[in-house]
C-alpha cells in the first residue's frame, strides 16, 4: 500500500513549476494523454496539453522525475527519467543529460547526437557542433524545436 503518495493540484502546491514534454516512441507529441509524475515521495496525476506538455509543480529540491503514460493509440506503456540537475550547456556531459532527457540513448553518443539531428532538420554529422549544441539547449531548456 502506497502511503506517502497523494493527489495534487497546481492551485495548491508549493515548490518549483516544471514543463515537460511527452512523446511516443517515433517522437512524436502525445497531446491529451494522462500522465503520472513521481517526485520524491509525491506522485502527481495530470494530463499533457495539445502539444504534448505537461507543467506541475514538484517539491523544491527534487532531483529527478518520473513520467509514467501511454502514447496515443498505443498500449504500451512508457517510464521515462528525466533529470532536473543538469550540467551547464555547451559541453558534453551538459548535451549528453540533455539528449538523455529528451528519450535520446546516450549509450552510443554520436548515434544520439545523428539522431537528434535528423528530428531537428541538422545536417547529420554525429558531432555536438555549435549549431547541435545550440538546437539542443533551445529545445531542452526553452522547449522550442
Same mark, same amino acid.
Request: aromatic fraction near 6%; include cysteine; charged fraction near 20%.
Given at each position: 500500500m502506497? =502511503? !506517502?503518495a497523494f493527489w495534487e493540484s497546481l492551485d495548491d502546491a508549493p515548490g518549483t513549476e516544471v514543463t515537460v514534454a511527452i512523446h511516443d516512441h517515433a517522437r512524436r507529441p502525445c497531446a491529451n494523454r494522462a500522465v503520472t509524475i513521481v517526485a520524491g515521495p509525491r506522485r502527481i496525476f495530470a494530463a499533457s496539453d495539445g502539444q504534448g506538455r505537461v507543467t506541475v509543480r %514538484?517539491? !523544491? #529540491? =527534487?532531483e529527478r522525475l518520473t513520467l509514467r503514460y501511454v502514447p496515443t493509440d498505443d498500449a504500451t506503456l512508457i517510464e521515462a527519467t528525466?533529470?532536473?540537475?543538469?550540467p551547464p550547456p555547451g #559541453?558534453? $556531459?551538459g548535451a549528453r543529460a540533455r539528449?538523455?532527457?529528451? #528519450?535520446?540513448? %546516450?549509450g552510443d553518443l554520436p548515434w $544520439?547526437?545523428?539522431?537528434?539531428q535528423l528530428n531537428f532538420g541538422l545536417p547529420p554529422t554525429g558531432t555536438l557542433d555549435a549549431s547541435t549544441q545550440t538546437k539542443l539547449t533551445a529545445v531542452h531548456d526553452g522547449g522550442a524545436g
Amino acid at each position: 500500500m502506497i =502511503t !506517502d503518495a497523494f493527489w495534487e493540484s497546481l492551485d495548491d502546491a508549493p515548490g518549483t513549476e516544471v514543463t515537460v514534454a511527452i512523446h511516443d516512441h517515433a517522437r512524436r507529441p502525445c497531446a491529451n494523454r494522462a500522465v503520472t509524475i513521481v517526485a520524491g515521495p509525491r506522485r502527481i496525476f495530470a494530463a499533457s496539453d495539445g502539444q504534448g506538455r505537461v507543467t506541475v509543480r %514538484v517539491p !523544491d #529540491g =527534487t532531483e529527478r522525475l518520473t513520467l509514467r503514460y501511454v502514447p496515443t493509440d498505443d498500449a504500451t506503456l512508457i517510464e521515462a527519467t528525466v533529470e532536473l540537475s543538469l550540467p551547464p550547456p555547451g #559541453g558534453e $556531459a551538459g548535451a549528453r543529460a540533455r539528449l538523455a532527457n529528451l #528519450g535520446y540513448d %546516450v549509450g552510443d553518443l554520436p548515434w $544520439a547526437v545523428t539522431r537528434f539531428q535528423l528530428n531537428f532538420g541538422l545536417p547529420p554529422t554525429g558531432t555536438l557542433d555549435a549549431s547541435t549544441q545550440t538546437k539542443l539547449t533551445a529545445v531542452h531548456d526553452g522547449g522550442a524545436g
